[in-house]
């Protein structure tokens, strides 16, 4: 009987100032991502709560409970008026500050930024299926989505080496990713390859024609009959912002669908702060932009809770003295950067593994970064003008090949086939006078990192050589 009652007591005590309290929560996180406008999502919270005060007492009969339930109520209704009163004073007390943060709202979407956009160019994805291209402001005004199957995305770039302002107006396969569409099922006398990896592999910054997978591809299927009529296929599986551990689930849980003879998989410079929670945080906070959560507190109304929101992310900012993924290149071990960067090449590992398991080759292929390449071709010119940033930067001992040396290593210690594409990149850049890197590869870059794979590819899958002799045959300095 005492247990009993003990279990009523809890229960009244949990559905008492629970049910109004975390209801209302509840309640108001599934209106915010369904209603526009914040006041709309508080005031019908607010009714519930006014409503479960005045009928709780004709409902419930237990006096505990329902002091208990009026109780949570009352917290609610305290909460959301505290809110109200907040956002209405606003304007008043902070002005200028309401004004800033009332402006996130004009850019929140890609249209608000680019709307004065002039493109020298357009590269539209339905010009070949509808015999035109569309007009600008018709690409502007389309709903555009995020790798959702079927959808359409816009990026708007620039070309260093032309000068050229250009729109490449991108269409999302039936899995959501920025290529062709491929059977699941392996075709005879088909060589696959699969690449996984983040914005290098997602590649929207280039026409898909023009990208270096792409361009791999036709090169190998144009050039080459192929070895014994044998046709290439290379599936792309990008995802901006992934590290090694979010690779490793899309291998696991898409790539290996396809039956790939090869995994490509790459690895950019950032993906030990990717993999690593604390530090994409800073690195997001770093980059000083406003985030999505700030934005979108705006966009419902709730300037005042924007503006915290900011604020915040500002003091957190203004605490990082240097971005984490520049400390990758410090001459001194720093613990949080070596524990993080093994986390990530054990990742590359488990992938190699889970691929050999399953009768696939498996190659790292680093995609470098532009003050890797800048590095190459002037390194004094490279180190002042990191030291120029001041503070800790000026201070601190660098090492740009740091990076490369530690994944390097790793791959020779565990026998993990590795590509390094800052040689290549920085040569063609030195050679032909143009940039390899916009944001991200640029145009040129494209080509580079093209035809430095084909050339493995040929080595490797045509000429019967191992894939160390492919490597150091296209990739030795």
Request: charged share 20%; aromatic share 12%; hydrophobic share 40%.
């Amino acid at each position: 009987m005492p247990n009993q009652t003990r279990l009523v007591r809890i229960l009244t005590w949990l559905i008492g100032y629970g049910f109004p309290i975390v209801g209302s929560g509840v309640g108001f996180f599934i209106l915010y991502n369904n209603v526009k406008n914040g006041f709309i999502n508080l005031f019908i919270i607010l009714c519930a709560n006014l409503a479960i005060f005045v009928i709780s007492k004709r409902i419930f009969q237990n006096d505990s409970l329902i002091s208990r339930l009026r109780f949570g109520c009352v917290m609610a209704i305290t909460v959301i008026v505290s809110i109200l009163l907040l956002e209405t004073a606003f304007p008043f007390l902070l002005p200028q500050d309401y004004s800033q943060t009332s402006d996130f709202t004009k850019t929140n979407s890609i249209r608000d930024d680019f709307k004065d956009f002039q493109p020298d160019l357009v590269f539209d994805y339905s010009r070949d299926k509808q015999g035109n291209t569309k007009q600008v402001k018709d690409i502007l005004s389309e709903k555009l989505t995020w790798h959702k199957p079927g959808g359409t995305f816009v990026y708007f770039g620039y070309d260093p080496n032309r000068k050229t302002r250009y729109i490449n107006r991108i269409m999302w396969n039936k899995t959501g990713y920025f290529d062709h569409e491929y059977s699941v099922n392996k075709p005879s006398k088909v060589y696959r390859v699969v690449l996984i990896g983040d914005s290098y592999v997602e590649s929207v910054q280039a026409p898909l024609e023009s990208t270096f997978h792409k361009l791999t591809e036709s090169a190998l299927n144009q050039s080459e009959t192929g070895y014994n009529s044998r046709k290439y296929q290379f599936i792309a599986l990008g995802n901006s912002g992934f590290g090694q551990e979010s690779n490793f689930e899309v291998l696991r849980t898409q790539g290996m669908k396809y039956d790939p003879d090869l995994v490509i998989m790459t690895l950019c410079g950032n993906d030990f702060c990717d993999d690593d929670p604390e530090l994409k945080r800073e690195l997001v906070a770093a980059g000083g932009s406003v985030t999505p959560v700030v934005r979108q507190l705006a966009h419902h109304g709730f300037v005042a809770m924007a503006f915290m929101k900011k604020r915040i992310e500002d003091i957190s900012r203004n605490r990082i003295k240097i971005s984490p993924e520049l400390l990758q290149w410090s001459r001194e071990d720093l613990p949080v950067v070596e524990k993080a960067w093994s986390r990530t090449m054990n990742y590359v590992r488990t992938s190699r593994d889970y691929c050999e398991s399953r009768g696939a080759a498996f190659l790292l292929m680093y995609v470098g970064s532009e003050i890797e390449v800048r590095f190459a071709l002037d390194p004094e010119g490279t180190l002042a003008a990191l030291r120029a940033m001041g503070g800790p930067h000026e201070t601190m001992t660098w090492d740009i090949s740091r990076s490369v040396s530690r994944v390097q290593k790793y791959c020779d210690e565990f026998h993990i086939n590795f590509v390094n594409l800052v040689g290549p990149l920085a040569r063609a850049q030195q050679t032909a006078g143009k940039t390899v890197f916009a944001d991200h590869y640029s145009l040129f870059g494209q080509e580079v990192v093209a035809d430095s794979l084909t050339c493995f590819m040929k080595e490797y899958t045509m000429f019967g050589k191992t894939m160390d002799q492919a490597l150091t045959s296209c990739f030795s300095d």
